[in-house]
């Protein structure tokens, strides 16, 4: 497993809970040559004294080096780790989901807030709709094939669709996908309703079309 060394005096926001690395604050990466050229490769995190951080997905070419996973030195970053966060992130919000119109767009999974940096997922049309999903880091992109197990899992909503940033999914490093996941793409154009406006949506892309009048 690589190892991160914080530089002395930089570890104090780590501490305080913030998950960004960024690579001003590394003072050295250690490990194999191929695991630090693996966006999303797990590392331990420690400070200049040794004292462990974290464990984090780490990313050479993103100047947020490193995206902490956890604090915990006896939690491994692993499938069940995946699962518990996505599990957690839709029980929070089921009750929003539940109450949404067939047109509402609702978060479903919302990054560093659930601990799974990077990763953004909204539902559109229930149950049988579809769940957008953005992998904005390597370390959700990494754990991409469980994230989709687990949604696919806990939803019961069987089309999970990939779009994404393309400004943020560069600056990762990482490939630019706009795709279906499980299931099938969705169409071109849906009615979303945001309060008491309505737009014509490309789930697809995120582009809103014309309002259409209430």
């Known amino acids: ?17 913030d998950p960004w ?15 630090k050229n693996k966006p999303g490769a797990t590392a331990t995190v ?6 462990f951080i974290g464990r984090a997905a780490y990313n050479a070419k993103s100047q947020i080096c490193a995206r902490i996973w956890t604090y915990k030195e006896d939690e491994p970053v692993d499938h069940a780790l995946i699962k518990r966060r996505v599990k957690a992130a839709i029980a929070k919000r089921a009750a929003s989901v539940r109450a949404a119109g067939p047109n509402d767009l609702v978060p479903v999974v919302r990054g560093d807030e659930d601990g799974l940096s990077g990763l953004l ?3 559109w049309g229930g149950v049988k709709g579809y769940l957008i999903c953005q992998f904005q880091s390597a370390g959700v992109d990494a754990w991409k094939v469980a994230i989709v197990q687990a949604l696919l899992a806990e939803t019961g909503c069987p089309n999970v669709y990939e ?12 490939p630019i996908f706009y795709r279906a996941l499980a299931g099938e793409e969705p169409p071109d154009h849906v009615l979303v309703t945001e309060g008491k406006q309505r737009y014509s949506m490309d789930l697809r892309t995120g582009f809103k079309y014309p309002k259409v009048r209430s």
């Open 46 to 51: 420690q400070t200049s004294s040794r004292q």
């Open 121 to 123: 997922v909204d539902s």
């Open 1 to 17: 497993m690589l190892i991160i060394t914080i530089k002395q005096g930089k570890e104090k926001s780590l501490l305080a809970g």
């Open 21 to 35: 690395i960024y690579a001003s604050a590394v003072d050295k990466v250690d490990g194999k040559p191929q695991e």
């Open 163 to 174: 779009r994404c940033d393309d400004l943020v999914r560069k600056g990762e490093g990482l």
